[in-house]
């Protein structure tokens, strides 16, 4: 055996990455429609105020990052001795990061 | 010389961690290139388990980032002035709502790098959990790498802008107040 061979671990699949890939894409999403919800309809506004002194913000950001972490431990449940199609995974967590980078943008999110 | 106790703050969380993570992405960029490209030596590829280490402090400092300016600056910087209040510099975004020249730092660039910043801990995380899940063996799954070299080069993409703005932001409406802090004292000519 070369020594420059990389030897896989029989337990280790693609699962697991496929889990934080998506669920990173996720999270970032739901930062930008968390965002624009609390910014479009005052009662979700006035909802996402955790902490008055930072505003909507705190709640937007905690409630993202909740989704987050919930949605990569369900999918690390469900993937982790599995191997993923890492293709499609891939691109949809691009997609969502990348809307979300649009999202965010004030001026496209006034359009919505 | 002194600072203030918001200016001293302000300047942990861009020139301090900010600012050291956006030094450090290309660090990573570079190592993960260079431990899974093909044909890396074997010293390249144990060069994996710094990179794990290396992604964790990264996500550590895109953390503190994100809270120090959700949590410490931006309460400063959204204050609201008492009625009558006619010098708006202690209110930055105050301030900054003001002037028809500069609201544009504020409904552009604050709105954006409020939530925007976020992606960043978010993404390198991630890459962290990913690198340090597989180790050397991240070479053996190139579209695991892709992934995460992708995501790495959004979250330099998202701290550039949320940089930019934090460094505009403070140069039309600083947050200042607080105490006082001396750090040398100068002499007189």
Redesign the interface.
């Given at each position: 055996m070369s020594?420059?061979t990389?030897?896989?671990?029989k337990t280790?699949t693609?699962g697991?990455?496929?889990a934080?890939?998506l669920?990173?894409g996720i999270?970032?999403f739901l930062?930008?429609i968390l965002?624009i919800a609390a910014d479009k309809f005052p009662s979700v506004r006035s909802l996402m105020i955790f902490?008055k002194?930072?505003?909507p913000?705190?709640g937007?950001?905690t409630c993202?990052?909740i989704g987050?972490l919930v949605a990569w431990a369900i999918l690390e449940g469900l993937w982790r001795r599995r191997s993923v199609a890492?293709?499609w995974?891939?691109a949809i967590?691009?997609v969502l990061?990348?809307l979300?980078?649009l999202l965010?943008?004030?001026?496209i999110a006034d359009l919505l | 010389m002194e600072i203030t106790a918001r200016g001293l703050w302000t300047m942990i969380h861009g020139m301090g961690f900010g600012a050291l993570y956006l030094l450090a992405c290309s660090g990573a960029l570079a190592q993960i290139y260079r431990c899974c490209a093909p044909g890396a030596t074997a010293a390249g590829r144990r060069g994996q388990r710094f990179l794990g280490a290396y992604l964790v402090v990264m996500a550590v400092l895109a953390w503190l980032t994100v809270f120090t300016g959700a949590y410490v600056i931006y309460p400063w910087y959204r204050a609201l002035p008492p009625a009558g209040t006619s010098n708006l510099a202690d209110f930055p975004q105050r301030l900054l709502m003001s002037n028809p020249a500069t609201i544009g730092w504020h409904s552009i660039g604050m709105e954006w790098k409020e939530y925007l910043a976020w992606l960043v801990p978010i993404s390198i995380t991630m890459a962290a959990a990913v690198c340090l899940r597989y180790g050397p063996s991240l070479r053996n799954f190139p579209q695991l790498r892709r992934a995460v070299l992708g995501f790495i080069w959004v979250s330099l993409l998202a701290a550039l802008i949320a940089g930019f703005f934090g460094a505009m932001l403070v140069m039309h409406a600083p947050v200042e107040g607080g105490a006082a802090i001396r750090l040398m004292q100068g002499e007189m000519p």
């Open positions: 020594k420059d990389v030897l896989i671990p280790l693609s697991s990455g496929a934080a890939i669920a990173a999270g970032a930062v930008a965002a902490y002194p930072t505003g913000l705190s937007v950001t993202a990052l987050w890492l293709g995974v891939n967590a691009f990061l990348l979300s980078l965010t943008f004030p001026p | -």
